[in-house]
């Protein structure tokens, strides 16, 4: 079972606009990472983001980290048709657990 | 290889059938790690190998599922009488070193249909 909600579950934008999902976990956390997934294929590792830090970025995309809320943001900003795909937050939970713990995800359709 | 490889990509069972998969981590990479994907849904997390010790299967839903790394490398899951409730897409990551740093690199996956 999911231990993280993502919001919105479903997001549509035209082609260069911004786009913003949301991310809540429940756990203290070493770090946590957004990956983006096409339709049938594996994850592609975007950006992480360790709980020390409260904002990264990379090219186009913003990543910020609250975690006194348990909270992390995505900004794509100048959405293309491209960036369509499902993303996902994944976190390690602090302590021992090596895995991942993933959010339940964002699908994110791009409008040309 | 440039990434973490997988075979097969797809797969059909009959129900009750074993079926194994593989996967080839980066080279060099100690972490690997197998989770499970349902239609949907992020992936849940099954096992976890650091070179060929099995640090973590906390994750594996019943003991019909059996993961290896006998040389430190390549990875096998099995599943032993598959079950409907089975099908999904199985996802290997694997990480350079102590995973709690460093990102993990996701293959392609294998679809299990369970008929």
């Known amino acids: 079972s999911q231990q993280g909600e993502e919001d919105p579950q479903a997001l549509s934008i035209q082609e260069g606009e911004n786009a913003t999902m949301n991310c809540s976990y429940k756990?203290?956390?070493?770090?946590l990472q957004w990956y983006r997934q096409n339709s049938g294929r594996g994850l592609v590792h975007l950006i992480l983001?360790?709980?020390?830090?409260r904002e990264k970025h990379s090219g186009r995309l913003r990543v910020t980290l609250d975690t006194s809320k348990k909270s992390s943001s995505l900004l794509i900003t100048a959405s293309r048709a491209a960036d369509t795909a499902s993303y996902f937050c994944?976190?390690?939970?602090?302590?021992?657990?090596?895995?991942?713990?993933f959010g339940s995800g964002t699908q994110l359709t791009v409008l040309p | 290889g440039a990434g973490v490889s997988q075979s097969p990509r797809y797969k059909v069972a009959k129900r009750g059938q074993d079926v194994a998969l593989r996967c080839d981590p980066i080279?060099?990479?100690?972490?690997l790690f197998w989770y499970q994907q349902a239609l949907g849904q992020g992936p849940e997390f099954l096992t976890y190998?650091?070179?060929?010790?099995?640090?973590?299967k906390s994750g594996l839903p019943s003991d019909r599922f059996f993961a290896e790394r006998p040389e430190g490398s390549v990875s096998t899951l099995k599943i032993q009488r598959t079950q409907q409730e089975d099908s999904a897409v199985y996802l290997c990551?694997?990480?350079?070193?102590?995973?709690?740093?460093?990102?993990?690199?996701f293959g392609p996956g294998t679809r299990l249909t369970v008929l």
């Open positions: 994944a976190w390690t939970r602090s302590g021992s657990a090596r895995q991942l713990t």
């Open positions: 756990t203290s956390i070493n770090n």
């Open positions: 983001i360790r709980s020390n830090e």
């Open positions: 080279s060099g990479h100690v972490s």
């Open positions: 190998f650091q070179n060929e010790a099995q640090l973590d």
């Open positions: 990551a694997s990480s350079l070193e102590e995973a709690t740093r460093n990102e993990q690199f």
